[in-house]
């Protein structure tokens, strides 16, 4: 598996210890998130949102999780 968002997806293993039990507070399935941090689905703004705050992650740092590694 080549993950596209491969800091985000350490912060949910680190906090959720899988990805499943992190999909469903999500509101996704688990299917459609590995397919989010593969790159093959966008991510919707609402889910990011929800993603930082399920996560912990501030505002400021969505960048890091979301964006890094994309050309500008």
Same mark, same amino acid.
């Given at each position: 598996m080549q993950l596209k968002y491969i800091k985000?997806?350490?912060k949910? &293993?680190? =906090?959720? &210890?899988?990805?499943y039990k992190f999909a469903k507070p999500l509101?996704?399935?688990s299917t459609a998130l590995y397919s989010k941090l593969?790159?093959? =689905?966008?991510? &919707?703004q609402s889910e990011? #949102?929800?993603c930082c705050t399920l996560l912990g992650i501030d505002k400021n #740092?969505?960048?890091?999780? *979301? *964006?890094?590694? #994309?050309?500008?």
């Open positions: 985000l997806y350490s949910i &293993k680190r =906090t959720y &210890k899988a990805i509101g996704i399935s593969n790159g093959n =689905t966008p991510w &919707k990011m #949102e929800l #740092e969505i960048g890091e999780y *979301f *964006f890094s590694g #994309e050309v500008q």
